[in-house]
């Protein structure tokens, strides 16, 4: 069986290189995201000889996270039979390796969707250009604020924390009053916290937009490889007409310039408002996931 235990940042370097093996890599199984809410899932991670797997133990009900590696090379009937008791149900499990499990295991999983975690993959050429009717009003929006406001854009570096935490409060504060989401919302709060703490132990960067000097949206962005990135956080002043919708175009730019085609715009956790913004970014796919059970 899997010997499952605690873990920290200083274990990163030897994770990644497993999760990068993967098909397809998930939002929720990048390092920042696993650890910054380690504590509050009682996580703990396991290895074997070419997986790794994480074990949550949240209100009193344990599951599985998405065993990591190199899905196509793993004979699963014999990891399986080794590791996985019967009746464990695996989270957040991405399409690929479902359909793996599929063909290996037939009747013996059940499969739900789980759409509220399907993460939204973005074009970011098409982010850049914003061409077309379907992109009107985002570019109507973005015109709005580069026409109506006087502002300046500044990388995230350690010296505007203080200040950035500040808007990053204020910021989650709306959102809550706006979605009522507020279960989300704090865990957006702490994940937050928790990568401008640890910000150089994790390969993180992005920037905070600014109006007559105040911060008025910031984007942040961590990369994985020389392959996958992922946005984890972004927010904007509502007041500021358009400030939303110029910080996803510009963060597209950006991104571009360092080499990288699309971008991991992680999922909508179920929030409807979050939800319709992000599928009128119109992504060039979503990144499936689902809730596996093992019978």
Same mark, same amino acid.
Request: charged share 30%; hydrophobic share 40%.
């Given at each position: ?55 949550? %133990? $949240?209100?009193? !009900?344990?599951?599985?996270? *998405? +065993? ?8 699963? &009937? ?69 026409? %109506? $406001?006087?502002? !300046?854009?500044?990388?995230? *570096? +350690? ?8 808007? &990053? ?69 509502? %007041? $500021? ?20 085609l699309e971008e991991n715009f992680t999922d909508d956790v179920g929030e409807q408002n979050l939800r319709y913004f992000k599928e009128h970014l119109y992504p060039k796919y ?10």
């Open positions: 069986m899997i010997n499952f235990q605690d873990f920290g940042v200083e274990d990163n370097e030897k994770y990644l290189s497993y999760l990068k093996k993967c098909p397809q890599i998930p939002a929720d199984a990048s390092p920042l995201n696993i650890l910054s809410l380690k504590q509050k899932n009682n996580v703990q991670r396991g290895y074997t000889e070419n997986l790794v797997w994480h074990k949550f %133990n $949240f209100e009193g !009900e344990e599951f599985f996270g *998405t +065993p990591l590696g190199d899905w196509d090379a793993v004979d699963w &009937q014999k990891t399986f039979a080794k590791n996985v008791p019967h009746e464990t149900v695996f989270q957040f499990v991405p399409e690929y390796l479902v359909n793996i499990w599929k063909k290996v295991f037939g009747d013996s999983l059940e499969i739900e969707e789980d759409r509220d975690y399907w993460d939204y993959i973005l074009d970011l050429e098409k982010m850049l250009k914003i061409e077309g009717p379907k992109f009107q009003a985002f570019r109507r929006l973005k015109r709005y604020f580069e026409n %109506n $406001f006087t502002y !300046e854009v500044e990388e995230i *570096t +350690p010296k505007i924390f203080d200040e950035l935490l500040a808007f &990053q409060s204020y910021a989650e504060k709306d959102l809550q009053e706006r979605t009522g989401n507020e279960y989300f919302a704090e865990n957006d709060d702490l994940n937050f916290k928790f990568a401008l703490k640890n910000w150089e132990k994790f390969n993180l960067f992005g920037f905070v937009v600014r109006v007559e000097g105040k911060i008025i949206a910031y984007f942040l962005n961590e990369k994985i490889d020389e392959k996958n990135i992922i946005a984890p956080f972004a927010k904007a002043d509502y %007041n $500021f007409k358009g400030a939303n919708q110029f910080a996803y175009w510009y963060n597209a730019k950006i991104i571009l310039e360092r080499g990288f979503m990144l499936k996931k689902y809730v596996v059970s093992y019978n």
